[in-house]
């Protein structure tokens, strides 16, 4: 069983960046595409966007403009989320979801986010 753990998030002001870590104990990442997505308060989830786990590309919704960069560091079996100039509206839990099948099989506790002065 694939459990995800996801690290990085906190308090951040208006304009920062952070980086959130996606990894996972026991189980190498590689065979997985993952995605980032976020959920804000009283909202839904959406998809921030997903690197796949063949060539590493990379896949984005307008959720975060152009803000938010996905990378995988396979001899570290983590991905990362890496988020500029981090808006008030960009406050919530961020989760890191794993396909091996073609649909998100796996997630993890998520990380909070918080943007604020």
């Known amino acids: 069983q694939l459990q995800l753990v996801e690290s990085g998030g906190g308090l951040v002001q208006p304009g920062g960046s952070l980086r959130l870590s996606c990894t996972a104990a026991?189980?190498?990442?590689?065979?997985?595409?993952i995605g980032w997505f976020r959920q804000a308060p009283g909202q839904g989830q959406e998809r921030i966007g997903c690197i796949n786990n063949s060539d590493g590309r990379t896949d984005y919704t307008d959720a975060m403009e152009g803000r938010a960069t996905i990378s995988r560091d396979n001899a570290k079996n983590t991905v990362f989320l890496q988020m500029n100039s981090l808006k008030t509206n960009d406050t919530g839990v961020y989760y890191c979801?794993?396909?091996?099948?073609?649909?998100?099989?796996?997630w993890g506790q998520g990380t909070q986010v918080t943007v604020a002065s």
């Open positions: 026991g189980v190498t990442l590689d065979a997985y595409a």
């Open positions: 979801k794993a396909s091996l099948l073609g649909d998100w099989e796996y």
